[in-house]
């Protein structure tokens, strides 16, 4: 439930229809600021906010973007702007040896494992992955925007790809992680 809540802004602006780019981009800020809201009062330090400060910075400058120039040419290329968005925060909280994935992980796993060496290992691995996955899919939505196809079916589809491939890895992969320790 975790990541659904991190990506929540990020989903509400996929599924509004893009010809409504503007309102979506204010929904997506509009949500990712009461969750920010929400996670600060429930005591969440901002370690564990690394997305949705991302991601309520890029909405704002979006929404101001697509009210000001509706027509803007950026629109064709706003899902792969919000794919490679959310490649450079991940990358750079890799980057800082701060894994976005950490704080997430942290709101389900006891405090006396935070600092150990395999659960700040699996979040590297995780984050990276994530990393990786909104990269290319930024990528293919650029090169689908480039070719007229950025609101096609096609896009949809590796919009989606691009989150549920890496959040069945993390699934899998801290599940594996706790399959070994569990047999150690």
């Given at each position: 439930?975790?990541?659904?809540?991190?990506?929540?802004?990020?989903?509400?602006?996929?599924?509004?229809?893009?010809?409504?780019?503007?309102?979506?981009?204010?929904?997506?800020?509009?949500?990712?600021?009461?969750?920010?809201?929400?996670?600060?009062?429930?005591?969440?330090?901002?370690?564990?906010?690394?997305?949705?400060?991302?991601?309520?910075?890029?909405?704002?400058?979006?929404?101001?973007?697509?009210?000001?120039?509706?027509?803007?040419?950026?629109?064709?290329?706003?899902?792969?702007?919000?794919?490679?968005?959310?490649?450079?925060?991940?990358?750079?909280?890799?980057?800082?040896?701060?894994?976005?994935?950490?704080?997430?992980?942290?709101?389900?796993?006891?405090?006396?494992?935070?600092?150990?060496?395999?659960?700040?290992?699996?979040?590297?691995?995780?984050?990276?992955?994530?990393?990786?996955?909104?990269?290319?899919?930024?990528?293919?939505l650029?090169?689908?925007a480039?070719?007229?196809?950025?609101?096609?079916?096609?896009?949809?589809?590796?919009?989606?790809?691009?989150f549920?491939?890496?959040?069945?890895?993390?699934?899998?992969?801290?599940?594996?992680?706790?399959?070994?320790?569990?047999?150690s």
């Amino acid at each position: 439930m975790s990541y659904l809540r991190t990506f929540l802004p990020w989903i509400v602006f996929a599924a509004v229809p893009s010809q409504h780019w503007q309102w979506a981009s204010l929904a997506a800020l509009a949500v990712a600021i009461v969750i920010i809201r929400l996670q600060r009062r429930a005591g969440s330090g901002f370690d564990a906010l690394i997305i949705e400060l991302g991601s309520a910075f890029f909405f704002a400058a979006l929404a101001f973007t697509a009210f000001s120039d509706p027509q803007s040419g950026l629109h064709e290329y706003s899902a792969a702007l919000a794919s490679g968005t959310l490649a450079v925060i991940a990358g750079a909280s890799l980057a800082i040896g701060r894994p976005f994935t950490l704080g997430i992980a942290r709101r389900t796993t006891p405090r006396e494992v935070w600092t150990r060496r395999a659960f700040i290992r699996t979040n590297v691995v995780i984050t990276a992955v994530w990393t990786a996955a909104f990269a290319l899919t930024a990528v293919v939505l650029a090169l689908e925007a480039y070719a007229g196809s950025a609101h096609s079916t096609a896009a949809i589809v590796v919009q989606l790809a691009g989150f549920a491939v890496p959040m069945l890895f993390t699934v899998r992969y801290v599940a594996h992680i706790r399959g070994k320790a569990a047999v150690s």
